[in-house]
């Protein structure tokens, strides 16, 4: 009996935290926050430019070479958005890659045009990085031979997306995240009901148990 008491209160004080949770992220700045999900925004972007954002989504990639990008996927594995850390974040950990995240921050429009690829040249060739290399494929930090030809088909395929928009640019987008945590609640919330559901059934044998024992010494009260 002890043990069914203590198992509800512990799904109950773990529903407590995760609203808690909920309560914090609703006040935790004096914007408006947009709650949304990886599909809702990749299916129309510009809604959603220099909108400050909560979006929920599964890592399916972090940068290895210093951790500065991931990208989080939501109920189609095929589509996922570049998420960047601030300051304050830092890097993003390898280890994230398969985790549920919550991300904050603001969705980042980066409108690209022959400009803006001709200034990218110089950079390269100068040895610059930019963040409109970073697509989804992750682009490349090395500078030998093979990565110097991919950078270039980069840049050609930069050159034929301009060609072939209508406004004479195209945009990448991108979260720039202010804040992010790893989703735990649900799967905490489903062990400890697991743990709970196993301990009321353990709880009913014990009874049935004595039960069984009790009719046993009546019986052979009766006998005798």
Not at 28 to 35: A, G, I, P, S
Not at 79 to 93: D, L, N
Not at 114 to 138: P, T
Not at 157 to 170: D, F, V
């Given at each position: ?14 529903m ?16 408006e ?29 972090v940068?290895?070479?210093g951790g ?21 974040i ?15 921050g603001?969705?980042?429009e980066?409108r ?34 093979e990565?110097?030809e ?21 945009s ?5 995240a ?7 609640c ?18 009913e ?12 010494e009546e ?6």
């Amino acid at each position: 009996m002890i043990k069914k008491v203590l198992g509800i209160l512990a799904v109950a004080a773990i529903m407590v935290s995760c609203v808690n949770k909920e309560e914090k992220k609703e006040a935790c700045c004096d914007k408006e926050v947009t709650k949304v999900t990886v599909d809702q925004v990749m299916a129309d972007m510009q809604t959603f430019v220099d909108k400050d954002l909560v979006i929920v989504g599964t890592v399916n990639h972090v940068c290895s070479h210093g951790g500065k990008r991931m990208f989080i996927m939501g109920e189609d594995p095929d589509v996922a958005i570049k998420i960047t850390p601030s300051e304050e974040i830092g890097v993003f950990e390898k280890e994230l890659e398969g985790s549920h995240v919550i991300v904050k921050g603001i969705l980042t429009e980066l409108r690209i045009d022959e400009a803006y690829v001709a200034n990218l040249e110089k950079e390269i060739a100068e040895g610059s990085d930019s963040e409109a290399i970073h697509d989804h494929s992750g682009g490349t930090h090395d500078e030998t031979e093979e990565a110097k030809e991919e950078k270039k088909h980069q840049i050609e395929a930069m050159r034929t997306q301009i060609a072939e928009s209508e406004n004479g640019y195209y945009s990448q987008f991108w979260i720039e995240a202010s804040k992010f945590e790893v989703k735990e609640c649900d799967h905490e919330h489903e062990h400890v009901e697991g743990e709970e559901e196993h301990d009321h059934e353990h709880f009913e044998a014990e009874e049935h148990e004595h039960e069984h024992e009790h009719e046993h010494e009546e019986g052979e009260e009766h006998t005798h």
